[in-house]
């Protein structure tokens, strides 16, 4: 969320940031914030003015009655009903005004840090820094002719049961998975020092809209409805029933309610700071979280992009990280965090690089973003694994997540402020199972197990027999 006086005091600020992000017309959109902003002002000034004077009529009614003045008791209960319709006139124009003001500032990018460069998509990235020789030499299958061919990866079988984008691990091979997230998840906790947490899987639209999913990308979200028991009694009552015996169809009425599947951790992570004021002592080192969940994505805008395999599914196990730190802070801990991320494919052995993303690439929270990109030998490319991103005050103004400072030795209240939140991929666990099974595939067909998760697979080398 923007701070509308800073868009009040400095327009072309916000004309500039949102152009580098690919916001057609940004100078029209400012304009439109601006206007709205005078609207919303004027009516509230109107509105307080008649009150204050609805106000004062009021108390000179008594007077005037006291006095025997009828004639102008009887003015003034006129002018106070006629005060009563400018208030709620103002109001009216104050509530219609102020929605479409917020939910056009909900609407936009945050605005990204000056270090990031300009760009409008992939191509601007700039590569940081590379780990690891990338393997160029011996089989180079990819994970799913791998995984099928070890009979331990059917896709066929999900499809029967969920549809495309779906996928049955069995085996050795879903034993591996798990090793991979409970592996990622001691480290992050044993090692760097994250509290681990169990949160929810499905949360409020609320929630979702304080971390940026709402209300731009509900395309990409799955939903669920909760219906209340009246609902469905009046649902199958036999007034709803047709001729044919079929359920007449009709909207959901305001009693029914909705969660949504959380598409990363991060939603119910960062959210468990909304509403709150935090003490500077608790944020004298960032608040760090994480946790292991299923992931659940609608891909609505990612037709015919890697249909086939683990890449790109509808639901996928990550460890998330999550921060919570004073503005002074997150620079440092973006930093600290990306290095977290990258702590995992270094252990792994798996070469990766890091890139920093240009501005038209991030994405709509952050105001900086590093991307951590695996070796896929198959590709003969890096792809994702993990984004880690600084976002700033701009989750923390839509969840109204605050923090006090402590007072100075002058004394004096000190007032809130925002809190800066990160999140980041610690790593994906579908993903980091691909970059496994296809840098360490072997001539026959076995994928050998990396040494750090052999403990996590009671000892086993290799997944797979020899062929």
């Known amino acids: 969320m923007h701070d509308i006086r800073a868009i009040r005091e400095n327009p072309q600020v916000y004309v500039a940031g949102w152009s580098s992000r690919g916001v057609d017309e940004a100078d029209g959109l400012t304009a439109d914030i601006l206007r709205l902003d005078g609207e919303l002002r004027h009516a509230q000034t109107t509105g307080q003015d008649a009150l204050a004077k609805r106000n004062a009529a009021s108390k000179l009614i008594g007077a005037a009655m006291g006095r025997k003045d009828m004639a102008e008791a009887d003015r003034l209960k006129a002018e106070v009903e006629a005060l009563k319709g400018d208030i709620a006139a103002a109001a ?45 030499t011996g089989p180079a299958k990819d994970h799913a002719d791998l995984g099928e061919a070890l009979g331990m990866l059917d896709f066929e079988a999900a499809a029967k049961i969920s549809g495309a984008r779906f996928a049955v691990l069995k085996g050795q091979l879903a034993r591996l998975e798990r090793a991979v997230g409970q592996f990622m998840l001691d480290l992050q906790t044993d090692q760097h020092g994250y ?55 009709f909207e959901f009425d305001a009693q029914a309610g909705r969660r949504y599947l959380i598409p990363t951790a991060e939603v119910s992570l960062t959210n468990l700071v909304r509403e709150t004021i935090l003490t500077e002592d608790e944020l004298a ?27 790109r599914q509808h639901q996928f196990s990550k460890v998330e990280m999550v921060s919570i730190a004073r503005p002074e802070d997150s620079d440092a801990e973006h930093e600290r965090m990306t290095a977290c991320a990258e702590a995992v494919l270094k252990a792994l052995e798996l070469p990766f690089r890091r ?68 999140n980041g991929s610690g790593l994906a666990v579908g993903r980091t199972l691909v970059a496994i099974m296809e840098n360490y595939q072997q001539e026959d067909g076995r994928i050998a197990v990396p040494t750090v998760l052999q403990p996590y697979m009671g000892g086993l080398t290799h997944v797979g027999a020899a062929k």
């Open 92 to 136: 009216e124009v104050e509530a219609r005004v102020g929605k479409e003001l917020r939910d056009l500032l909900a609407a936009q990018k945050n605005l990204a840090a000056e270090d990031v460069p300009d760009g409008e998509d992939e191509a601007g990235n700039v590569e940081v820094s590379t780990w690891g020789e990338p393997r160029r």
């Open 195 to 249: 509290l681990e947490v169990n949160p929810p899987l499905l949360v409020r639209d609320e929630a979702m809209f304080g971390t940026g999913q709402l209300p731009k990308f509900e395309e990409d979200l799955f939903k669920t409805t909760t219906l209340d028991g009246d609902y469905v009694r009046r649902l199958l009552s036999i007034e709803n029933i047709d001729e044919d015996g079929l359920v007449d169809t």
């Open 285 to 311: 080192t960032p608040m760090r979280m994480t946790a292991l969940t299923p992931c659940f994505r609608a891909e609505a805008g990612s037709a015919g992009r890697d249909t086939r395999g683990l890449i």
């Open 355 to 422: 890139m920093l993303l240009c501005k038209g690439d991030m994405g709509f929270s952050a105001q900086k973003t590093f991307d951590l990109e695996v070796w896929l030998p198959s590709q003969e490319t890096y792809r994702e694994i993990s984004s880690c991103s600084n976002c700033g005050d701009f989750q923390a103004r839509r969840m109204d997540a605050r923090f006090k400072r402590a007072n100075s030795s002058g004394g004096g209240e000190k007032k809130t402020e925002f809190v800066h939140t990160l």
